[in-house]
């Protein structure tokens, strides 16, 4: 198949052909996807994560047994792109038993530099985000910023629907806590975004209850 062929296929089927060895296939995945892993890692760690985008397409072939099309090849792509921050927070910190529920980016790993590609609005708020937990981070990231569905931030962070709703509801109590000095001239962009954000929370299924904390045997 030449070229334009491939260009045609979704993710999952060009997934196929570059686990089976058609390495034109891995390239135009790389293509795709690149500036969303690219973007994930700088907001996390700042500049210097090339290599970690890298080591993510590459690790998505190594345990390719994993994605079996159980989930899109997108949240699996950011499945590994997570294994792959996990791992380098516990490096960059040399910390190996590290409790990502509790723990925040800037407690392991803190970088000036995460937020100077954003506009003024964005850099605060990926600021602010740096000094959540780990777990609540991630899935306001990929809810709001990736927008994903509650289902898909579940398969990325392996963790059910009512979880993914706790960790969404406590981090932005912690985003409104961070914001919580008035501004000058009444509410800013920043209060603007918490509040649209605050607005698309995913909804509890009818009979479902408010999930206070996450589920030890979901997190």
Same mark, same amino acid.
């Given at each position: ?18 686990? %089976?060895? *058609?390495?034109? $296939?891995?390239?135009?995945? @790389? ?5 969303? !892993?690219? +973007? =994930? ?21 190594? %345990?390719? *047994?994993?994605? $079996?099309?159980?989930?899109? @090849? ?5 499945? !590994?792109? +997570? =294994? ?136």
């Amino acid at each position: 198949m030449g070229s334009s062929g491939l260009e045609m296929l979704g993710d999952e089927a060009l997934f196929d052909r570059w686990a %089976a060895g *058609e390495p034109r $296939a891995g390239h135009l995945l @790389f293509k795709r996807h690149f500036d969303a !892993v690219l +973007r =994930f890692f700088r907001r996390q760690l700042g500049d210097d994560v090339h290599d970690l985008v890298q080591t993510t397409f590459l690790g998505c072939v190594q %345990a390719r *047994e994993r994605f $079996a099309h159980r989930a899109t @090849f997108r949240t699996y792509l950011f499945t !590994v792109a +997570r =294994f792959q921050l996990y791992k380098e927070l516990r490096r960059r910190s040399r910390r190996p038993d590290v409790d990502f529920g509790v723990t925040s980016v800037e407690d392991l790993a803190p970088s000036p530099s995460r937020a100077l590609h954003e506009r003024q609005e964005t850099a605060l708020l990926v600021e602010a985000l740096g000094r959540l937990p780990v777990e609540q981070q991630l899935a306001l990231y990929f809810y709001y910023i990736e927008d994903m569905t509650a289902p898909e931030v579940g398969d990325v962070l392996e963790c059910a629907v009512p979880a993914v709703r706790s960790r969404l509801r406590r981090g932005l109590a912690g985003l409104r806590h961070h914001f919580a000095a008035p501004q000058p001239g009444g509410p800013g962009p920043v209060q603007a975004t918490l509040d649209l954000w605050e607005a698309s929370l995913p909804e509890l299924v009818a009979g479902e209850p408010e999930p206070g904390t996450d589920d030890p045997t979901n997190a």
